[in-house]
C-alpha cells in the first residue's frame, strides 16, 4: 500500500485519536480515564468499524449495481480468531492505529492482545473457511459467507491434572463490535409438524407441510474485510430465537416454567458449536443446526436474488452456492423444497436450478466421518424433506438402473437411502448425506491432488462412473495476510525489504527469496527473526503450563485437533523413545528438543482425551528426571485457537505432519508452517505430497508407508503390528512401558489399554508399522539442526517455494473452473 505524506499522515493518526475518544464517551458513556482493559478494546474496535462500514455499504451498492454473480459460501464453522489487527492491517491503518494509541499512552499490542478469539469454529475445516473469505474479498469477488452465530462455540480448553476440562467459550459475553445484528432482516424457519394429503391443481394428490413450529434466524452481520480495504463483504451468522419471547398462552393459563423452558429449548440451537451425538437429543440438536442455518441462507439468497431479479430459472447464473462439506447438505432439500411449495416449478425445473447453483467440497476420506440421519429422525424433525430425498434417491436409482441394469450391489453401494430395503433388515435406514451432496451439485471437489485421486478411486468410485465430468481437485491454500503479515511481522518485513510488498497479494514472488538462502546475511537476519518468536512463544507456554523452553532448542510443533488419525500417539512414542534412551541407554541427543503440542478432543472422544493425559504425564516425568530435563521437554499448551497459532506457527523449527497416509484430505497446518520457515517432517500424505513437489523432498523429512501400500497393510494391521514390535527393541520397548505403570505411578494401568489397542487389531491408523521410519527420521532432524547453515538456508528456501499454497490461488481456481464467476482484471496478483 502506499504511504501518505507527512502531514497527511498526522491528519489520519489525530482523527483516528478523536474517533477513539468519540466512542469512549457516546458509544461508551464514559470519561477516558474510567476505561477499563477491556472497554478501551471496544472503542478502538468501534473506530475502526466506523471505517470499516462505509466500504461495506459502498461494497454492497457496488455489486447491486455491476450485477454480478454472487458466492454464497456455507459453513458450520469459520475460524476468524481475532478481528482488530487482522482488519487495521488489511485496511492499511495498522501504524495509524498505533501511532493515535501512542498519542493516547497506549500500546496496540496490549490492545490486540486483550480481544478474544470469536468462537466459531475449531479445526482446519472452519480456519480454510475463514481463509477463503479473506481471498474473497480481496480478489473483489461479490461473497457472502453463511454460518452459525455459537454463544460459546465448541468450548475453552482448560487441563486439569493433565486431563482435558471443557468450559464455556462465552466470547460475546461483553459484547462484540464485530457482528452488526439485523433483526429486521429475521426469516421464519419451519421445524417438526406433519403432512397433509391435499388435492392440488392437477387434481392429483399432493403433499403439504402443516402443524409446523417457527424459529426465528436473526442475522448478525460480521464484515470481512480485503487486503487494501476496497472491498468488505460480509460473513451472516444467524442466532435461533423462539418464534415468540414465550408461548403467552402457555403462560397465561399459568404453566410459567413449561413457557420459558420452551423459549430456552429453541435458542439452544445457536449455543455450541457441535454439540454431542452420543445420545438422541443430541444428534436431533446438531440435525436441527443443520437445517436451521441452511434454511436461513437459502430464505436470505432468494430474498436478495428477489431484489433485482423476478425470474428464478436464472438463479444458476446469478448464485453459486458452495457447501463445505456435508453440514450444509440440506441445502439441497431446502432450495428443492422452496422452488416446488412456494414457487411451484414442477420438479424437473427445480431440480435443474438446484443442480446449477450448487457445489459441494469434500473434506474427508473416513467413511465414518461421512455424516448420515436415521430417517427416522429425518421425518419427524423435517417431514417434508423427506418426502423430497425419497423422490431424488428413487430416482438416483432409476439412473443406476438405467446405466448397469441389474446392478444391485451398485445401487445399493450409491443409494442416498441406506439400510433396511437394501438387504440390511437390522440396520436403522439412513440418508447419506454426502450421496445427496453429490447428486444435488454440479461439481464436486477435493482438497489435494491426493485427497481428490482417492475420492474418485476408492471413496466415490461408482459416483465418479457415473459423472466423471463433475469431479475436480482444489488443493488448499492460507491467507498470507492472517498467516505471515499478521503472525509474524519481522519476518514479513524482511520480506518486504528485500523483494518488495508484491508478495501479500501474489504469494509466488515469494520464489525471489530463493538466491538469498546463499546469502550469509540474510540466513543471519532470518535465524535471529526465529529466535526472536522462539523466545515469544517461549513465555506464552511458561505463562500456560508452567514448563521453561530453551529458544536453542528444536521447536517441535503438532498443532491441531486431537485425532487418532492425526496420530499425535506418534509423537508421543518418540518422546518416549528419546526418554528411555537417555535414561537407560545414557544416551545423549544431537540437540535439545522442545516438543510442543496443542489441539482439543472431542468432549465425547475418550482416546483422544486420554492422548492428551498422556502428553501430561509423559511433560510430569521429564520434570522429574534432571537427566532427560536438560535435553527434552514436553509442553501441551491448552485452549488451541487462532491467536495461539499465531505464536506458535512462527516458532517453531519442526512440524508434525504425520497422519496415516491417505486419511488426511490435505491439511493448511502444513503450508502454515511452512510459510512462517519451519521444516516438516510427515507422511506422503493430503497437500504435504505436493509441498514436497514444490519445496523439493531434500528440504522435508518424509517417511512412512504410502497411501497404496497403507491399503494394503490395514486388513493385516494386526499382524504388521506386531511383526514390527517382534523385530525392533526400540519398539517393543516403547509398547512395552505402557504396561509397566513408568508413565502413571499413582495409577499404574492407566495407559496399558495402549498396548492391547497397538497389537491386537484396534489401531486402524497403524502407528506402529510407520513407527520405526519415524524414529530414523526424527534422528536425522536432530543431526541435521546442528549445521545451522544448512538448516536455515532449508528454512528459507521452505518460505521461497510455498508461493503456490495461496487461498487466493485456491478461490480463482473455484471462481473460474467451479463458480463460473470471471475475475475482475485489476484484482490484487
Known amino acids: 500500500m502506499d504511504a501518505p505524506d507527512a502531514s497527511t499522515r498526522h491528519a489520519d493518526v489525530m482523527a483516528f485519536k478523536e474517533s477513539v475518544l468519540r466512542h469512549v464517551r457516546y458509544s461508551l458513556g464514559k470519561d477516558f480515564e474510567e476505561l477499563g482493559e477491556r472497554e478501551i478494546g471496544q472503542a478502538v474496535s468501534l473506530a475502526v468499524r466506523d471505517r470499516i462500514i462505509d466500504r461495506m455499504l459502498a461494497t454492497d451498492r457496488r455489486w447491486r449495481a455491476e450485477d454480478r454473480k454472487r458466492v454464497a459460501y456455507l459453513s458450520m464453522e469459520f475460524l476468524v480468531g481475532r478481528s482488530l489487527g487482522n482488519n487495521l492491517i488489511n485496511l492499511g491503518l495498522d501504524e495509524i492505529c498505533r501511532d493515535a494509541l501512542v498519542e493516547l499512552g497506549l500500546d496496540l499490542e496490549e490492545v490486540r492482545e486483550g480481544e478474544l478469539d470469536a468462537a466459531l469454529g475449531n479445526g482446519g475445516l472452519g480456519r480454510l473457511a475463514a481463509c477463503f473469505l479473506d481471498s474473497l474479498a480481496t480478489l473483489d469477488l461479490p461473497a457472502c459467507g453463511y454460518g452459525i452465530n455459537y454463544e460459546f462455540g465448541l468450548f475453552r480448553q482448560e487441563i486439569h491434572d493433565g486431563w482435558q476440562v471443557e468450559r464455556p467459550d462465552a466470547w460475546t459475553r461483553d459484547g462484540t463490535p464485530w457482528l452488526l445484528e439485523r433483526p429486521d432482516e429475521a426469516v421464519l424457519v419451519p421445524l417438526y409438524g406433519q403432512l397433509e394429503e391435499v388435492d392440488g391443481p392437477d387434481g392429483k394428490a399432493e403433499s403439504i407441510w402443516v402443524d409446523w413450529d417457527v424459529l426465528i434466524g436473526v442475522p448478525h452481520d460480521m464484515p470481512v474485510v480485503g487486503y487494501g480495504g476496497k472491498t468488505v463483504n460480509k460473513l451472516r451468522l444467524y442466532s435461533a430465537r423462539a418464534s415468540d419471547d414465550f408461548d403467552m398462552s402457555i403462560f397465561n393459563q399459568g404453566d410459567y416454567i413449561r413457557a420459558v423452558r420452551m423459549k430456552m429449548e429453541s435458542e439452544t440451537v445457536s449455543k455450541v458449536l457441535y454439540p454431542s451425538d452420543s445420545n438422541e437429543q443430541g444428534r436431533e440438536l446438531r440435525l436441527v443446526q443443520e437445517y436451521f442455518f441452511v434454511a436461513c441462507a437459502i430464505r436470505d439468497i432468494l430474498l436478495r436474488f428477489g431484489e433485482e431479479h423476478d425470474d428464478l430459472a436464472l438463479l444458476p447464473e446469478q448464485v453459486a452456492i458452495q457447501l463445505n462439506d456435508t453440514h450444509p447438505a440440506l441445502a439441497v432439500l431446502e432450495l428443492m423444497r422452496v422452488l416446488l411449495d412456494e414457487h411451484g416449478y414442477a420438479w424437473d425445473e427445480a431440480w435443474t436450478i438446484v443442480r446449477g447453483c450448487i457445489a459441494y467440497t469434500n473434506h474427508t476420506l473416513l467413511p465414518e466421518a461421512l455424516e448420515t440421519w436415521p430417517v427416522g429422525m429425518l421425518e419427524r424433525v423435517l417431514p417434508r424433506h423427506t418426502g423430497i430425498v425419497r423422490e431424488i434417491d428413487a430416482r438416483l436409482r432409476d439412473t443406476i438402473e438405467e446405466r448397469w441394469p441389474g446392478d444391485a450391489a451398485r445401487v445399493g453401494r ?416
Open 414 to 829: 450409491m443409494a442416498i437411502l441406506h439400510g433396511g430395503a437394501d438387504g440390511d433388515a437390522d440396520q436403522e435406514p439412513v440418508v447419506r448425506m454426502a450421496h445427496l451432496a453429490l447428486v444435488g451439485s454440479h461439481a464436486i471437489n477435493g482438497v489435494a491432488a491426493l485427497h481428490s485421486k482417492l475420492l474418485e478411486t476408492r471413496l466415490l468410485p461408482d459416483f465418479h462412473a457415473l459423472w466423471p465430468e463433475r469431479f475436480q481437485n482444489k488443493t488448499n491454500g492460507i491467507t498470507p495476510r492472517r498467516w505471515l503479515l499478521k503472525a509474524n511481522p519481522r519476518l514479513a518485513r524482511l520480506v518486504d525489504d528485500s523483494i518488495g510488498e508484491g508478495w501479500v497479494t501474489d504469494l509466488e514472488r515469494l520464489a525471489e527469496l530463493e538466491p538469498l538462502a546463499a546469502d550469509a546475511c540474510f540466513r543471519e537476519t532470518f535465524t535471529a527473526i526465529k529466535r526472536a518468536n522462539k523466545r515469544r512463544l517461549a513465555e506464552v507456554v511458561r505463562a500456560e503450563t508452567g514448563i521453561s523452553l530453551d529458544p536453542h532448542s528444536i521447536f517441535d510443533v503438532q498443532a491441531k485437533r486431537i485425532h487418532e488419525y492425526k496420530r499425535q500417539l506418534l509423537l508421543a512414542m518418540s518422546v518416549i523413545h528419546d526418554y528411555l534412551s537417555i535414561v537407560e541407554d545414557g544416551h545423549v541427543p544431537a540437540t535439545p528438543r522442545s516438543v510442543i503440542v496443542a489441539g482439543k478432543a472431542a468432549p465425547g472422544y475418550w482416546v483422544a482425551k486420554q492422548i492428551i493425559k498422556l502428553f501430561g504425564a509423559l511433560s510430569a516425568a521429564i520434570e522429574a528426571e534432571p537427566r532427560v530435563r536438560e535435553h527434552l521437554r514436553v509442553a501441551f499448551v491448552p485452549d488451541y485457537r487462532v491467536s495461539l497459532a499465531e505464536r506458535l506457527i512462527p516458532a517453531a523449527d519442526l512440524s508434525e505432519q504425520i497422519s496415516t497416509a491417505g486419511m488426511e484430505a490435505s491439511g493448511t497446518g502444513n503450508m502454515k508452517f511452512a510459510l512462517n520457515g519451519a521444516l516438516t517432517i510427515g507422511t506422503y500424505d493430503g497437500a504435504t505430497i505436493e509441498m514436497c513437489e514444490q519445496i523439493g523432498e531434500e528440504n522435508m523429512y518424509l517417511f512412512g508407508m504410502r497411501a497404496v501400500v497403507v491399503v494394503g497393510v490395514l486388513p493385516c494391521g494386526a499382524d504388521a503390528a506386531r511383526a514390527t514390535y517382534e523385530a525392533s527393541p526400540f519398539v517393543r520397548r516403547i509398547v512395552d512401558s505402557f504396561g509397566d505403570g513408568r508413565w502413571a505411578p499413582d495409577q499404574p494401568d492407566r495407559f496399558a489399554w495402549l498396548v492391547g489397542h497397538l497389537l491386537e487389531g484396534r489401531d486402524r491408523f497403524l502407528h506402529l508399522p510407520d513407527l520405526e521410519s519415524y524414529l530414523v527420521t526424527q534422528d536425522r532432524v536432530a543431526r541435521d539442526y546442528l549445521d545451522a547453515t544448512t538448516w536455515t538456508r532449508k528454512a528459507i528456501l521452505n518460505v521461497a517455494r510455498i508461493g503456490r499454497f495461496s487461498s487466493d490461488r485456491t478461490i480463482r481456481q473455484y471462481a473460474e473452473e467451479i463458480w463460473g464467476l470471471p475475475i475482475a482484471q485489476a484484482a490484487p496478483r
